[in-house]
């Protein structure tokens, strides 16, 4: 008995446990923030050049061509708030995806939560994205916007975010160990879902049907919260929210619970699935 007790005694406890995990999640993720730009001239200003490229881009091609920009004089930073979350979207899921099969040799040797590789991943993503937010706030600046206290709002927006991308990775990564064409395909979808989201364009150009479809996904449902919250006040097209097109504030309930049913569903998987990955990855 007292040589049980003495065993019981030298096991870590909940707390030790947690602290070892949170440990390896931030090595994991700093490591490859640090990797990501490894052997870079311009290194870490790459976070920076690529988005405001495309952005430069899209801006000249359809808010000049197309007079996009004529439709609210905040059109340009909406556009750059568009590409800088669908980046981090894109970035999170991408790393996300291939994050197991990366990190084989730490899956055959250590003994820790699998989640935790995934989670890694997409706060690799977030700290890419914390250095483009301060982008967006020179932007922001330059147009004299005041904040206010409903700027608030924008970090548990920014937080469902994160939850659906990282539920999208946790899906991801698990197929991705079985079947690598997983990546072909999500590189795929991710285009598809660029243009078919509305980064580019108002969402008020979307016939009703496609705004209710468009609404379901919490990207959408973000995107343009954070858009009314930190921009518009005067233009209809832009004030369209989840609620105005659900016809209630329950209809915020809708985004929610597919962020909710999407990060349940990648995290039950990767469970199952877990056993296999040092065999398969």
């Keep these: ?127 890419t994205l914390c250095i483009n937010l301060t982008v967006i706030a020179a932007f922001v600046a330059y147009n004299r916007i005041v904040p206010r206290v409903t700027w608030l709002l924008v970090l548990p927006l920014m937080l469902e975010l994160y939850i659906f991308s990282l539920g999208i990775a946790l899906i991801l990564a698990t197929l991705f160990v079985r079947m690598r064409d997983i990546g072909q395909v999500w590189e795929l979808v991710l285009q598809l879902f660029f243009y078919a989201s509305p980064i580019i364009y108002p969402v008020g150009y979307l016939p009703p049907w496609a705004r209710t479809i468009s609404f379901l996904s919490p990207f959408t449902q973000v995107l343009q919260d954070l858009r009314a919250v930190i921009l518009y006040r005067d233009i209809p097209g832009n004030r369209i929210t989840v609620a105005t097109v659900f016809h209630g504030s329950a209809g ?30």
Excluded: C, Q
């Design 1 to 127: 008995m007292a040589s049980n007790a003495a065993y019981l005694d030298t096991r870590p406890s909940r707390g030790d446990r947690l602290a070892y995990h949170l440990r390896i999640l931030r090595v994991i993720a700093v490591a490859e923030f640090k990797l990501k730009y490894a052997g870079s001239a311009l290194g870490y200003v790459w976070s920076v050049l690529k988005p405001l490229a495309l952005f430069t881009m899209l801006y000249l091609v359809f808010g000049r061509v197309f007079h996009l920009g004529a439709i609210s004089r905040y059109y340009p930073l909406s556009l750059l708030i568009g590409i800088v979350f669908f980046n981090f979207f894109a970035d999170s899921t991408m790393l996300g995806m291939g994050s197991i099969v990366g990190r084989a040799s730490l899956v055959r040797k250590m003994a820790f939560p699998r989640t935790i590789i995934p989670m890694a991943a997409t706060l690799t993503a977030s700290m």
């Design 252 to 281: 915020r309930l809708l985004p929610l619970a597919v962020t909710a049913a999407v990060f349940a569903g990648g995290y039950l998987l990767l469970k199952h699935e877990e056993h296999w990955f040092a065999e398969r990855a």
